[in-house]
């Protein structure tokens, strides 16, 4: 019995991906069946993720064959709604109604039968994100519940796609987890983030030009003139992380084929920096978080991702391998938080491209 579960287990993994098998034969042995081989189980990188976010092998299957280079917002939430980790969660007597009537009001279709674990989560990230009222106190636990489980599936589907290189894909999934952490779409004001802000309020800023929370941080009294801003709203604002963003590329040409190196430095204009992340929708305590990416915008390439926590400033070191001739390259720094929406930042960069390839001169 037990070398049949093992047997049927290291299958699972190999056919998902998650392993690749080394099957040894003893010399001059004719076996009839890998049962009997003497086999080396080797993690795959898919493997190695899914054992740092502790993910179901299907998981991990399922989103390695979701990702796509043009995949959308609705693709990653419903890559994110159908992870096995939700398989569990409870549709209890009648809730296949409930959940249907849940659906009239949110803007897209679960692509499951209501009374399916998966379209329920599909349905309450929706209206988590539209900030909608929920039918019972069991739909607010069951929210509580895909929440915590959903931020580190979301982290893994970001790796996948990162390992294959898409740019865009990557920032649309980065989007989703901001979404997650403040309970917004990512097309909402987003001083809703905020404590305290009211439609009239969203009204009175933008038609002072004032459109996001890092112009409301850095407006002076004239500009916030006739806006009415609750001391909580003041409060929350002045620690949201604001960034100052600065990139440094190679101060001298590259040789073709080389690799250049970029060095991005991240500092806080918070005079007092408070790492704790602040969201009235999302419950679980942790410090805010930044994605650093390094792409190339004209072919959405992803070239390095890197993640980074910091009190007061850092310092992140990026590497690019330049192409097998002269010229100059423009490449792209993308900055986006983890958790808050509204304080990404691009930084655009040129790599200059001089001198002898790696495989010999470059012709002119």
């Not at 049949?4 to 099957?23: F, K, Q, S, Y």
């Not at 900030?131 to 069951?142: E, I, K, N």
């Not at 001089?354 to 010999?360: E, L």
Request: hydrophobic residues 40%; glycine residues 4%; contains cysteine.
């Amino acid at each position: 019995f037990l070398a049949d579960l093992i047997e049927r287990t290291v299958v699972d993994l190999d056919d998902a991906g998650l392993v690749v098998r080394d099957l040894e034969r003893p010399d001059g042995a004719a076996l009839a069946s890998a049962r009997r081989f003497d086999t080396t189980l080797t993690a795959t990188p898919l493997g190695e993720l899914a054992a740092y976010y502790y993910l179901h092998y299907r998981t991990a299957r399922n989103l390695a064959r979701a990702v796509k280079e043009d995949f959308s917002l609705s693709d990653a939430l419903e890559a994110l709604a159908g992870a096995f980790e939700f398989a569990e969660l409870p549709v209890r007597h009648n809730e296949d109604k409930v959940n249907a009537e849940l659906a009239q009001g949110l803007p897209w279709t679960a692509p499951w039968a209501m009374d399916s674990p998966h379209a329920k989560t599909h349905l309450l990230l929706q209206a988590h994100f539209c900030r909608s009222d929920l039918p019972s106190s069991d739909y607010v636990t069951d929210t509580k519940s895909v929440l915590d489980q959903a931020v580190r599936v979301v982290q893994a589907l970001l790796d996948i796609a990162a390992d294959e290189g898409y740019l865009e894909t990557s920032m649309c999934i980065a989007r989703l987890n901001q979404m997650i952490h403040q309970g917004l779409w990512f097309t909402d004001p987003t001083f809703y983030q905020l404590p305290s802000v009211s439609e009239p309020l969203v009204r009175d800023l933008h038609r002072n030009g004032i459109r996001s929370v890092p112009e409301l941080a850095l407006a002076d009294a004239k500009r916030v003139r006739g806006c009415r801003i609750p001391p909580a709203t003041k409060k929350a604002l002045a620690r949201m992380p604001l960034l100052e963003v600065r990139c440094e590329a190679p101060r001298e040409p590259v040789a073709p084929g080389e690799r250049a190196h970029i060095l991005v430095h991240l500092k806080r204009k918070n005079a007092d920096p408070v790492s704790l992340v602040q969201s009235q929708r999302f419950s679980k305590r942790t410090d805010d978080g930044w994605y650093i990416m390094l792409g190339d915008v004209e072919t959405d390439e992803l070239i390095a991702l890197r993640r980074v926590s910091f009190q007061s400033s850092t310092t992140a070191r990026l590497e690019v391998s330049v192409p097998n001739e002269e010229g100059v390259f423009p490449v792209s720094v993308f900055v986006m938080s983890q958790n808050y929406l509204g304080l990404d930042q691009e930084v655009k960069i040129d790599i200059h491209a001089k001198g002898n390839s790696r495989n010999g001169n470059v012709e002119s």
